[in-house]
């Protein structure tokens, strides 16, 4: 490879959302090229001066991008996506841009949310600034990064969880090994789907978490929802789902498995 070739979003994308799978288009390219990170350092390479701290930064966006693709099977490079020009940047690439502070948290905002491959730049600045009371700080950076799913332990509220609605969410795990067949049910209030997966990674295990099948609501007409929920814990879980702004709904969770 002599150079890296960002790719340009689609129109779609540069609006936060994420085209289905039927009508993705492929990304144009477009002209702008990074020197390959493979090869040896050369004589016309653009020397950056920078700090510890800011490397740190675009390390951490870098980490966001690839779990959350990874959790959410986004069909698109992370590394692409690092180096591409985005409106949430004012068209720089986040290679560049999350050297910023600023820039750094609109990229964990971007995927701690999940909302999409671009998002405008004010709106994301909007949400950032409904949480100033908080006294956020440099020092809170390791908390944004362990609201990513690790696979362990209980997630820790960062900025991107505190931004969200506490919604009912629902997941379904069918996982068949070692000669046995397990099922499981699990209903619990959270503010986004991460949250729910590194509940059900403490649960279960993180291997078991992977397989989950997270949906916003309960699905009642889902296979596994038939097989597992009796009726009057349906209506329970309804019932829950419409106090979900009452404190207490925070510690509902329901918890149903079965093994062959």
């Known amino acids: 490879m002599d150079a890296i070739v960002a790719e340009l979003t689609d129109a779609s994308w540069n609006q936060g959302s994420r085209p289905s799978n039927n009508d993705a288009e492929e990304p144009a390219h477009v002209g702008a090229l990074f020197p390959d990170p493979l090869d040896e350092d050369g004589a016309a390479d653009e020397i950056v001066i920078t700090t510890r701290r800011a490397i740190g930064r675009v390390a951490l966006v870098a980490t966001e991008t690839a779990t ?3 959790r959410e099977a986004v069909e698109h490079d992370p590394m692409t996506w690092m180096f591409a020009p985005r409106a949430v940047f004012d068209g720089a690439a986040a290679v560049d841009a999350c050297l910023n502070r600023d820039a750094c948290m609109r990229g964990i905002l971007l995927h701690g949310l999940g909302l999409g491959m ?3 730049r004010s709106s994301m600045d909007a949400l950032l600034a409904n949480d100033d009371d908080d006294g956020f700080n440099e020092h809170d950076f390791p ?3 362990a609201n990513s799913f690790s696979g362990r332990g209980k997630p820790i509220r960062g900025r991107s969880t505190r931004a969200a609605r506490v919604r009912l ?8 090994r070692d000669n046995r067949m397990t099922q499981v049910f699990h209903a619990s209030l959270a503010r986004d789907a991460t949250e729910v997966r590194t509940r059900l990674a403490g649960r279960f295990g993180p291997d078991v978490a992977e397989l989950a099948d997270i949906r916003q ?8 929802v038939i097989a597992l929920v009796p009726a009057p814990v349906i209506e329970l879980i309804r019932q829950m789902e419409r106090d979900c702004a009452k404190p207490s709904a925070r510690t509902f969770a329901v918890d149903i498995e079965m093994g062959i």
Request: net charge negative; no cysteine.
């Open 217 to 224: 609501g309960i699905h009642v007409a889902s296979p596994p």
């Open 169 to 176: 969410y629902t997941a379904t795990i069918v996982d068949t």
């Open 118 to 120: 671009d998002a405008d």
């Open 68 to 70: 959350r693709f990874q």
């Open 143 to 145: 908390r944004l990064y």
